[in-house]
């Protein structure tokens, strides 16, 4: 039975090897940000703003994401993780090498958890078998999306367009979403403190759901580790590279990790990639372009940009470096 209730699993705080602050994230309304009342709606938008410019990460809390939605898309994929049966996972991969979706146990210094990676949209592609995963999938992704492009509408007239703006900029009717399930060991059965380095993702936004709180860390703009506590059935929104990209770093992504130190008990995430088409060429609009902020990154496609760090395009990884100006 997976808990949903969130609890703190630890005292990062207190680890020397990993210093990090618990200093506020800020929180969203999102039923605020739809509001009919028009002054309700023109507060969210500021705060939203007030996030996504000085933070570039938030909790997103009153949204529609079904609770039993969440509840059990945690509990199948708590199923589908279960240790007993770790082996038939690593030979039904074996057996069935695809781009369109990708496990791995990674148990190591760098790393520890176990994942699966789905393409959810523009084409389901979740693996058919287990059926119970990947209904839940498709669902918990529908209600997903509705909020990712809810986002973009409120982030768009923030930046001063039409609240279409950033849907059309990134091609998002055709936006390709991609879902990881992670699954962190508890410290005793870890290789290291580590369960995913440091990095940036690609795409829009990241949206998280989590089962509990344990280990994930976030470097503020100024520098600081922050722990991430997301209050119960709260999403963590983060900024994704290609939203940097588009507003020529006006809204930042973030470099963040997962420590396993702490953990008393296995940790469930999942993390959606909200992305722009694959054939979408993304570069820096020109309205964020002027004398005091020159152009900082050259255009690409977003496949190209995934392509960047090898040929499969689920492999999904930062390659902000690589299109950066000098
Ligand atoms: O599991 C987490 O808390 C974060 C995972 C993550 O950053 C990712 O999958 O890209
Ligand atoms: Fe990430």
Redesign the pocket.
């Known amino acids: 039975m997976v808990e949903t209730t969130s609890f703190l699993l630890g005292d990062h705080q207190h680890n020397d090897n990993y210093p990090a602050s618990d200093e506020e994230i800020p929180t969203i309304d999102y039923s605020m940000l739809l509001s009919d009342d028009t002054d309700q709606r023109s507060i969210a938008l500021q705060l939203l703003a007030h996030a996504c410019e000085e933070y570039g990460f938030f909790y997103l809390v009153n949204h529609t994401m079904p609770d039993d939605v969440l509840k059990t898309v945690l509990k199948r994929i708590s199923d589908y993780f279960d240790p007993k049966t770790v082996d038939e996972r690593r030979i039904s991969y074996k057996k069935h090498p695809s781009d369109k979706f990708q496990w791995r146990q990674n148990a190591n210094d760098g790393e520890n ?1 176990e ?1 699966l990676k789905v393409i959810a949209h523009p084409k389901d592609q979740v693996p058919s078998n287990p059926i119970s995963l990947s209904k839940v999938t498709e669902e918990y992704n529908n209600e997903m999306r509705k909020i990712a492009l809810g986002l973009a509408r409120a982030m768009s007239k923030n930046l001063g367009f039409d609240e279409n703006y950033i849907e059309k900029a990134l091609d998002m009717k055709l936006g390709f979403d991609v879902i ?1 399930m ?1 699954i ?1 060991p508890p410290n005793s059965e870890a290789k290291s403190d580590i ?2 380095t440091d ?1 940036t ?1 690609p795409s829009f936004v ?1 949206t ?1 759901m ?1 089962d509990v709180n344990g ?2 860390q976030i470097l503020s703009h100024q520098g600081n580790w922050i722990n ?1 506590y997301i209050p119960h059935h709260a999403i ?1 929104i ?1 900024l994704g590279d290609h939203l940097e990209i588009l507003t020529n770093g006006k809204y930042k992504s973030h470099v ?3 420590l396993v130190n702490n953990n008393k008990v296995q ?1 469930i ?1 999942i ?1 959606t ?1 909200h992305g722009p088409s694959l054939d979408k060429f993304v570069v820096p609009d020109t309205k964020f372009v002027d004398d005091e902020n020159p152009q900082t990154y050259i255009g690409m496609t977003y496949r190209e940009s995934l392509e960047a760090n090898g040929d499969n395009l689920i492999d ?1 990884q930062s390659s902000l470096e690589l299109i950066k100006l000098a």
């Open positions: 958890r994942y990881t992670n962190y369960g995913l990095h993702d990241i998280l989590q280990g994930l991430v963590l983060q963040h990790r997962v940790r995430s993390v990639l999904l």
